[in-house]
């Protein structure tokens, strides 16, 4: 029985979710079965999670969000407490994320589901509370259950993802959901064809992920299959099996698949364009019925992550490929059965993922994430830390946001000695030793030789 | 077993309650009946709707009407999922309505309750969510439980609500509430005596439609009864008995009745008048202890829909004939027994009203609503839709918000010829082949002949 | 059985939590008992309150508050109405308070958790209302369920709370939970040691009601003990015990007690400072690990009512003497077992305080209380009422917000007579015939002879 008073007796057996990478691909499947089983009759299981409570804790409004997760709750039989605006509370008060967590994890709740602006503001959650945290968003960092909703509709409609062909079109700069979710299908050995509005094009770092965690490889290809979108659009390929067999006599190939398994549509991110100082996306893309005409569409699952805002015409909506209002509805039956694990009401067979070596961590160094919103910029006392993500060339980044920060100098501890981070000594420091500095300065201050 | 992610499983049986004509006199008594019992123990029904969820949608605050809605859900053994302030949500990233209620009508939530600024806003929920809907107030149209409640409250101190004499008196000007009781006491064959304040008289389309639908005819008449509220008031008589009974005499007759069986104070709707540039009323009517001294008030029922604001003096709160608090402990009964009627748990042994031809329906034409805060003025995907109240003279009104709109032209999209709305060829033109014109402008536009 | 449209049925048996004094000490210690009991397994409660419904009307945000008692009711397995904003809904129509509690008490909640900024507004409400009132903070006045907690911790920890030694450190001015935390343990025979921030004393009338309630004497001491905090504080010992053991040689004595039991820190209330137009204060207290290092500290418990600012070092919370998490979790358990009690599915055995005579009431008086945020200040249909606190001096205090209120005239109703209020006479009249003025104008224009 655990102590509430003592919450780290709940410790030991506890799951978080805070990026889609803390479930295995068994470990998903099995989510997968459990939540369309729930679905099939959303009011049976209303005695599962009776006794226990979930908690809102919306640091930004998203009341679909809150909403798919306390309906989720609702189904389940457990109970709900519900902070739809936390940012004008405690918070105000000055109180740390660490803190809050740790006080609504004792007693309160049985399970966080948290909605932060800040990135890494979820893995901090994670850390501090005694119960199981889930990231509802996490500044533009991650929205895993979201990601987990759109997979599983996909799974719901194709029975497998393995091989799946997906397009994913429009605004692909600025959409946290797409780059989610195509690193999530890479996992799953989808084929990917990136269509993006012009000037929006997915950025380089994910397709890099993309290539150095599933060994997928960009390539430019023309399409004719979709006039309309992909007209001006400089589109992209990325799959597991060897791409020359598409290159084989021009430099750029026109992509011929024999059909698509799925149209994956975003909206414009635009108060992300305001606030970068671009402007709005002229004549953005519109799906309309003409638009999936061809044989090869006679298939394809039209999806959306919803709200639209005018990218699919409405005349779509009864089209039987339309499956964006039963990609949100799942979103329920999947949150159901993430709850129902993550309070230790069901189980997976499957074991957890490995943990990969993402790097060693570099803790209490001078040099402090450049992120503006990054957790650790607004939280001072939890410090600064930084994974090693490569040593040559030496690489790291945040621990909280996972942003890349550039390194000036690296230290070490035991020798008060510091060199510039490009030099071969630094790449040689051990982990537990290092200490990383900004300038020149930071390492005066810090009295270290260089 | 209804398929979640195809809503539209549960259509065929699904009941809605936009306006308070969704239900029969018959259907509207056995609500009452269920209502009561239900009131009789608050406790003894709390496992009726387990398994069941009701979402909150309030597009404009109303704390009252949203708590009394949570609580019957909740006394009935659901869940509920509370959208405060839809406004500053999803709504804000340029969601429809009709999006927000087939994501949350998919497997959210069972029944939504909807508040919303705009006329005709619970019509587009109803006809697009998978799940019931209830109107909790469509800005200034219709909020049926409301009126529900107060005719409940009525039946419960009376025993009925035919041949009631019913005194309503205030603002009978701005105050929706008035409106809709007084409609629904007339389909009670209740007597209805209209007291306005100086300037703040009922709307002459009220009282036509209560001469349309129910054959009242209004009469001005002098009242000595009430010598602190009536004295400068143009007082209005309604009953559905021959109302010549009265008028023997004089030109303007005296009424006398017995005895009054209610008396209904609403508070002036300061914030209306502030809108439409005029200015507080000036000594606002206020109920005390003597206003209802004399003997044709011994069982005369004081009600108010809350909240009150000066008109009812707290003086009377411990007199007996005071009921509005009763009377809105009981909307928790009558919202009880409505939520379980809407989600299939109860049922009504009665047939639903037969509907009304309220005339033909054109849909899809140049004429769009001239009322600003219609539905159908905010989201355009809506297109333009009307209902033919008369051909001779032409009238249509507002398929949405119900407002009736002036036409310029009437075309036949067949002969592709218009004329001007008064022409005797307009009244002649089928309902499926009209097209509505504004001006002679959008007949050339749309190269129709005239 | 209670009707719910006749709210008095509820009131005989009716019991609120408006101060901490509605509960006697033996009240209090079953209450502890049975918070320990719930406590020791959250989820075997979740049938106690089934079918019942708390309502909370937050008038101003205090998220944590609120979830703590959403989460209570939840592990009991009642409903939850929640108004986490009542500020801007039917009070901004004008409602008063009063009616607003018997609507919500009226069949929308069995229970009603009520958070107010105004001084007195749970007293009201607790008059008003038909169902069990839970004063959840009334502006700077009380939030008698923060004490229990506090105190509940306390005895937990200690296993009984006479004649520990508590030290309230920080700001002591205008910590309302510091001063209603004393009183608490004042009840209990508690050792108190202030020891304030330089400029934040114990207000004088917190030593007074001390003294005059439990014949505590305040004494100024020194302090060894804690050379960071109470290097410059004005530090005040009070024991119930004769304080003279401590003052043997010198005029100030040295405090020497042989170990602390508990350490109690508060913030700074910032945003009061401003208020009164002072200033944040500069080097404000912080608890590091040397801070406990002597050896009367061994067994100090470190309690903070949180949330925390700077005043408690990250370093100390692995310190198994932090129990400030821990305090806060007990805080679900306390009002778990508080609401079990209220809605009467658990009992006390103890009887009830015997209601203190704190002074005959004056009802009705042109006098007003002089609070500008006491509750009679904001709805005029309370009027005035005052408590007799002493007739020679004469003093009085507003019944409403407790605060004192100097009196110009005491008028005698039978004789329409009035004197200065430090007359002879004014001393004598009896309280139902009294008549308070506050300046000679108000006396003549009662006609009163003066």
């Not at 309160?108 to 909605?115: E, G, S």
Request: aromatic letters at 8%.
């Amino acid at each position: 029985m655990h102590d509430p008073a003592d919450p780290s007796s709940l410790r030991p057996a506890k799951r978080d979710l805070v990026s889609i990478d803390d479930f295995s691909n068994q470990e998903i499947l099995e989510l997968f079965k459990l939540a369309h089983e729930m679905g099939r009759d959303l009011r049976a299981w209303s005695h599962l999670c009776g006794g226990f409570i979930l908690a809102s804790l919306f640091y930004e409004a998203s009341t679909r969000t809150r909403l798919s997760f306390e309906s989720a709750m609702g189904r389940l039989g457990g109970r709900v407490i519900s902070a739809a605006d936390m940012s004008s509370s405690s918070a105000s008060k000055g109180e740390s994320l660490a803190d809050t967590v740790r006080v609504v994890g004792g007693s309160y709740a049985d399970v966080i589901i948290l909605r932060h602006p800040c990135e890494g503001a979820a893995k901090v959650a994670a850390e501090y509370a005694a119960v199981p945290v889930v990231n509802a968003g996490d500044g533009s960092h991650e929205h895993p259950t979201q990601t987990l909703c759109d997979l599983y509709s996909l799974w719901v409609e194709k029975g497998s993802l393995e091989g799946l062909t997906v397009v994913l079109v429009g605004d692909l700069r600025y959409s946290r959901t797409v780059h989610s979710f195509a690193y999530a299908l890479a996992r799953f050995r989808a084929n990917l064809v990136f269509v993006p509005h012009p000037g929006l094009e997915l950025p380089s770092y994910v397709l890099e992920r993309l290539g150095r965690r599933q060994a997928y490889e960009p390539q430019h290809v023309t399409l004719r299959d979709f006039p309309d979108v992909s007209r001006d659009a400089d589109v992209v390929y990325c799959t597991p099996q060897k791409p020359h067999q598409l290159s084989l006599f021009t430099e750029v190939t026109e992509l011929d698949v024999p059909s698509y398994d799925a149209l994956y549509v975003t909206r414009p991110q635009i108060e992300r364009f305001v606030r970068d100082g671009g402007r709005a996306p002229e004549r953005y893309l519109r799906i309309e019925p003409h638009t999936m005409a061809g044989k090869k569409f006679k298939a394809t699952s039209l999806m959306h992550p919803l709200p639209r805002t005018g990218e699919i015409a409405y005349e779509m909506d009864k089209d039987p490929r339309s499956i964006y209002f039963a990609q949100a509805a799942r979103g329920v039956h999947v949150r159901m059965a993430l709850i129902s694990v993550l309070l230790g009401r069901s189980s997976f067979k499957s074991p957890p993922p490995e943990r990969v070596a993402d790097g060693d961590e570099v803790v209490g160094s001078p040099l402090s994430c450049a992120n503006p919103t990054c957790i650790s910029s607004k939280e001072a006392h939890l410090g600064s830390r930084f994974r090693i993500d490569s040593r040559r060339p030496f690489r790291v980044r945040c621990a909280f946001c996972e942003t890349e920060r550039p390194v000036g100098f690296v230290g070490d501890r035991e020798r008060r000695t510091a060199w510039r981070s490009g030099a071969p000594e630094a790449a040689d420091v051990r982990a537990e030793e290092m200490v990383l500095f900004e300038s020149d300065e930071q390492v005066q201050r810090a009295a270290f030789a260089n």
